[in-house]
């Protein structure tokens, strides 16, 4: 079993007859999306359970303005834990208190299907947080300026809109446009984990 920040990995020592996911027969590693700020409790849920997980955190020094100073694990991924089950658990996963879903692929071969993380991957994201010392910041790449999305949770679930602007704030928001016509646009920050293409 893995601690939440992903010291062990899927693999299991000396099992046979696996896949690339490194360990558990037909595992992989999926994206989990849940809770804002719930990232380590879920993680800690999923773990009690069994499952492997891995949230991307990066240990940093906090400091308060009355001087404190406090190391805290800073999630680089807000909303998201790495789930390394096989196909047939996720219905499991996504009953756990504070999973909402799985992160979808809509640019597979094969229609909309689960987002899968390689295995190599997710070793080289967790080398990275592991060994530098420097801040790591997450930069998505699924949504840009222009794009036609729809709101897949939330308040504003269901709303359809474009996503505007040429980047995303340090806390993975991006700005959602809904246009009237004949008057002008609304616009709205919203988390671009809560946004599907459409």
């Known amino acids: 079993m893995a601690d939440m920040n992903g010291h062990m990995g899927c693999a299991s020592p000396g099992s046979a007859d696996v896949d690339d996911a490194g360990g558990v027969p ?4 999926f994206v989990a999306v849940v809770s804002h700020n719930g990232e380590h409790a879920v993680a800690r849920r999923l773990g009690e359970r069994g499952y492997v997980t891995y949230v991307a955190s990066q240990r940093e020094m906090r400091v308060w303005r009355d001087g404190r100073r406090k190391e805290v694990d800073r999630v680089v991924i807000p909303s998201t834990v790495f789930v390394c089950c096989a196909e ?28 899968v993380v390689p295995d190599v991957q997710m070793d080289r994201l967790r080398f990275m947080l592991g060994a530098t010392d420097r801040r790591v910041d997450f930069v998505g790449e699924g949504l840009c300026a222009g794009m036609c999305v729809r709101v897949v949770r939330g308040a504003l679930c269901g ?9 995303r704030s340090a806390d993975g928001s991006v700005r959602l446009l809904v246009r009237v016509d004949a008057l002008g646009c609304a616009c709205v920050e919203i988390s671009e984990l809560d946004l599907e293409g459409v």
């Open 26 to 29: 037909g595992a992989c590693w």
């Open 88 to 115: 047939h658990e996720r219905r499991d996963v996504v009953k756990v208190q504070g999973v909402s879903r799985f992160l979808m692929n809509r640019a597979g071969a094969g229609g909309v299907c689960p987002a």
């Open 159 to 167: 709303l359809c809109g474009e996503v505007v602007g040429d980047g």
